[in-house]
């Protein structure tokens, strides 16, 4: 039963989220430190996801290949490559350490 407690509060608890973005006047979203902040907020959370995903394994830190394949999809990006280029350079640099044993 308390599953279905936490099912409910989770529902209830979205709800609310929604409810609150909608009932935010529009003059708060026209502000530009808003709108800064709305743009760069994914930019921030997609890193950190990257970064966390990249560098742990459950609760351990850990530098392993997909480290070093994240260093060559930045390199990638520094020298402005295409998008399926940082990919596959990701890609390849990732499957070239873990060949070699790293």
Same mark, same amino acid.
């Given at each position: 039963?308390?599953?279905?407690? @936490?099912?409910?509060?989770?529902?209830?608890?979205?709800?609310?989220?929604?409810?609150?973005?909608?009932?935010?006047?529009?003059?708060?979203?026209?502000?530009?430190?808003?709108?800064?902040?709305?743009?760069?907020?994914? #930019?921030?959370?997609?890193?950190?996801?990257?970064?966390?995903?990249?560098?742990?394994?459950?609760?351990?830190?850990?530098?392993?290949?997909?480290? @070093?394949?994240?260093?060559?999809?930045?390199?990638?990006?520094?020298?402005?490559?295409?998008?399926? #280029?940082?990919?596959?350079? @990701? #890609?390849?640099?990732?499957?070239?350490?873990?060949?070699?044993?790293?």
């Amino acid at each position: 039963m308390t599953v279905w407690i @936490a099912i409910g509060a989770t529902v209830v608890g979205c709800y609310l989220v929604k409810l609150l973005g909608l009932l935010v006047p529009a003059a708060a979203l026209e502000r530009p430190l808003v709108k800064r902040l709305a743009a760069m907020l994914p #930019v921030a959370l997609l890193a950190a996801l990257t970064a966390q995903q990249t560098f742990s394994t459950g609760q351990h830190l850990v530098l392993d290949a997909r480290g @070093a394949g994240l260093a060559a999809a930045a390199l990638a990006l520094v020298l402005r490559a295409p998008f399926l #280029v940082v990919v596959a350079a @990701a #890609v390849a640099v990732t499957a070239g350490v873990r060949a070699i044993g790293g």
